[in-house]
């Protein structure tokens, strides 16, 4: 039997909370609360004593988040910092995310082509086993990953039988929220720029993994630094969820996104990482992160959920 | 002081050994010859099993190419699908490749913007200390890495530093081996394809990045199946090594690619990777796997080398 449909997934998970938030965990160790840095546990392995203080950080944060927040994004090179010990860390961050009812996104940016796409599917998304006994551990389990296009759909491929029948779902870079993002996405091409293609081939790609809302498994991120081409974006890709960067610290406003999101808003999600994570230190009271965090994500979701 | 530039160790490296051939280590479980599918260790745990007899077959094949070829490339998604026991896989294989003298290539295909991209580069090329004490301990090791330009420049700059000074080297993805890499890097723009822009966009970053030998640390990797457009490309970036996949399981043949080499053939390294590690499967003595991993690098090597 299949599962349900991510797109699905996505959008009943932000009408329960009326929250299309997406708390970005980018846990960097300077800016982590004191008493995550002070625990550090026993070990004298740097990356050990690292992964432990991330590691507890986040799950801490996914249990501020969990009511208020549809989804968090574990973006992976603030844990592969790490090394092995972060990818444990990265793991234990997603289960206990899922199991306090988050969908996560695991903010990978992969690309690769055939075989190496089979592999990074089969991380995030199957079952790792090394016989036909299988073994039900997936390596790193994610409900949804970015992935970069610019290898075309030979790189998107292999994801595809697990967003059509297994309930996971793609966010395809299309235009990003950084300055140098017109380097490559912002070419003018004879008839279109190449973000615009890009979003014309993530709507096509997309048009087999349909929920029973009308919408597609198969996302896109777009940058809300960029308000116009979100839109051109969303034109292009009407039944993609968007996954929205930019909102927070690189400057973008709730405002400049409502627009891409829906009414009710749950055709997407907009991510604040440092936003929300480390709001704190400009507070009177440091120790007092948590509330900090509450009260971040909380205030995102108001300023961005509309209801029809 | 700074290290020697990555370019210069690649030139030299190549000449040294009269090899311009890069050994692909794409450990795939099934494909391992037996004696370390059967070794596997005592744990339950399938990820750890997995790992160790990928990490064995690995160091293995290093030993067997140290004298004939220049470099070896991780291609980490094969090292990820056994969760954190494959990351430490990852890390102890490049490592005894880089005692073997070997230069280690990173095959992550890693994109993203200011902050994360730091992450990666201090993941691949920085320490990661967790205090100003600092521990050498470097996450995963690497000479140079692959990365994806579909972001622009953001994602390229924080790793130009080490590239500058400290001997570190990148490629970045121009044009890839696989026949949907036209979908985006095939796009016709105003005055050229997308991916001539890139290349031009690579020659420009490299240029601060020059060693001795005229050389930039900023490379590209640039399919062989595409002998025209590897040339076009070569045109545009005459001063990038290149890293040249598609040869052999691809299809590609060393003839089509040897004029990108240069003479003497130092300027960039041809991979292969199924076509030396799984030689084996179709000889009379799947045994004799080892016989097999020589046999295929030194003819891949007496293939690609030119001298002046």
Not at 128 to 137: E, I, K, R, Y
Request: net charge negative.
């Amino acid at each position: 039997m299949s599962e349900q449909n991510f797109a699905d997934r996505l959008s009943e998970a932000i009408l329960a909370k009326h929250s299309p938030v997406c708390v970005g965990l980018d846990p960097v160790w300077d800016r982590l609360p004191a008493e995550f840095r002070d625990a550090g546990g026993a070990s004298d392995d740097p990356l050990e004593r690292g992964a432990d203080a991330i590691e507890g950080f986040c799950k801490r944060v996914c249990e501020l988040v969990a009511p208020h927040a549809a989804t968090v994004k574990l973006q992976l090179a603030y844990f592969e910092i790490f090394g092995p010990p972060g990818i444990r860390a990265a793991r234990n961050v997603s289960r206990h995310a899922s199991e306090l009812g988050l969908l996560v996104i695991g903010d990978v940016k992969r690309g690769d082509i055939g075989s190496t796409a089979d592999a990074f599917a089969q991380s995030y998304f199957g079952d790792t086993s090394l016989d036909s006994s299988s073994n039900p551990a997936r390596a790193l389990p994610f409900d949804a990953v970015t992935v970069n296009p610019y290898m075309g759909i030979d790189a998107i491929r292999p994801f595809m039988p697990y967003c059509r029948d297994h309930g996971k779902g793609l966010f395809v870079l299309v235009k990003t929220s950084n300055p140098s993002s017109i380097d490559v996405q912002s070419l003018v091409t004879d008839e279109e720029l190449v973000f615009h293609r890009v979003a014309r081939l993530v709507a096509e790609w997309g048009a087999e993994c349909v929920g029973s809302h009308g919408r597609s498994a198969i996302g896109a991120v777009v940058g809300a630094t960029f308000p116009r081409e979100l839109l051109e974006a969303r034109e292009r890709m009407p039944a993609s969820p968007f996954l929205i960067p930019g909102v927070g610290a690189q400057g973008a406003k709730a405002e400049d996104v409502v627009a891409a999101l829906g009414e009710p808003a749950t055709n997407g999600v907009v991510n604040s990482s440092r936003g929300i994570l480390y709001a704190y230190e400009k507070d009177d009271d440091p120790n007092d992160w948590e509330s900090s965090v509450v009260r971040e994500t909380t205030k995102l979701a108001n300023a961005l959920w509309r209801e029809e």
